[in-house]
């Protein structure tokens, strides 16, 4: 990067390695780079994911779904190593075009079914089992509402303040604090919401919450970017509550392992495939125990 202002070519090239943190995976077309197909387990439902936020989302709601006591949400899950690329693999390019996680493949039908973009693989569950979205028209509407302002206010969040504030090469003044102005109405939108209601649809917990949660509540937990004190998070009481309320939800804390490659070795689920993993398998029972000092 010079010291010179950039002024944009006619033509924007493609400079590789100049994306940041991101530069070995980003790239400016589509498609697999790879042959490579994707496990299937012994569940109809079979995910690709990762426990990042996007991720999360469905991992949450299949938990949720499974705790209410629908069996047939059973599932296996597999990771997929984003930062190895594993997400340009033709058997993933299969399931999600547009190369990220999460992507179901729903083999409960005569044909498998796949489904792409966090948002629909939350209605496409809720639906298959008609929980966690009302039938109510205004009540259903409110919900779908909700969970497609996460979708579009998300990006924002993500793709603008927190790559800038904390992913970019340099600091741009006026990058971050545009993005955090806009982070910050969004929080404000939400408050203001849950100052009046329960929920985001209303009183019932939804998917919407189940999509917002693990972008919004994280961040109002401090615990995305590390930018909790620069966005003043402690000053959204309503969104305060709503965050400590969900992540009390033992389905929450579940879904929050499946997929997880980092953080402490008890909260890693690498793949799941049956409930008894939680117990069995996360990565501080399969990791070998270290050396006994001498
Ligand atoms: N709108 C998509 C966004 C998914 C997304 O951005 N996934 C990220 C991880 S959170 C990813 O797979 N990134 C890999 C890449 O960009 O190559 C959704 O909600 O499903």
Redesign the pocket.
């Given at each position: 990067m010079s010291d010179t202002p950039y002024v944009p070519p006619k033509v924007w090239t493609w400079q590789q390695g100049s994306g940041g943190q991101f530069a070995s995976?980003n790239r400016p077309i589509s498609g697999p780079t790879h042959e490579a197909d994707l496990p299937v387990g012994r569940h109809p439902l079979q995910l690709y994911s990762?426990a990042?936020?996007?991720?999360v989302k469905v991992t949450i709601l299949l938990e949720e779904l499974l705790a209410l006591g629908h069996t047939g949400a059973e599932y296996d899950a597999w990771p997929v190593q984003?930062m190895k690329g594993e997400?340009f693999g033709s058997g993933f390019v299969g399931a999600n075009p547009n190369?990220?996680?999460?992507a179901l493949v729903d083999r409960s039908g005569v044909a498998p079914v796949r489904v792409f973009?966090?948002?629909a693989i939350l209605v496409h569950l809720a639906e298959k089992f008609r929980a966690f979205l009302p039938t109510d028209p205004a009540a259903r509407a409110e919900c779908l509402s909700w969970l497609f302002w996460q979708?579009g206010s998300a990006p924002f969040l993500g793709g603008g303040f927190g790559h800038f504030y904390a992913y970019a090469p340099t600091k741009i003044e006026y990058a971050i604090d545009r993005y955090a102005m806009e982070v910050k109405r969004q929080l404000d939108v939400l408050d203001k919401r849950l100052a009046s209601s329960a929920y985001l649809a209303g009183p019932e917990y939804t998917i919407a919450d189940m999509a917002t949660w693990p972008w919004y509540g994280q961040l109002a937990g401090g615990k995305v970017y590390g930018a909790g004190e620069f966005l003043g998070v402690a000053d959204y009481v309503h969104l305060q509550r709503w965050t400590a309320e969900i992540a009390a939800r033992p389905a929450v804390t579940r879904g929050r392992k499946v997929n997880c490659l980092f953080g402490p070795l008890e909260d890693q689920l690498h793949e799941r495939h049956d409930a008894s993993d939680f117990e069995l398998r996360t990565q501080d029972k399969l990791a070998p125990a270290p050396a006994a000092a001498s």
């Open positions: 995976i990762l990042t936020p996007n991720g984003i997400q190369s990220k996680i999460p973009e966090s948002g979708m």
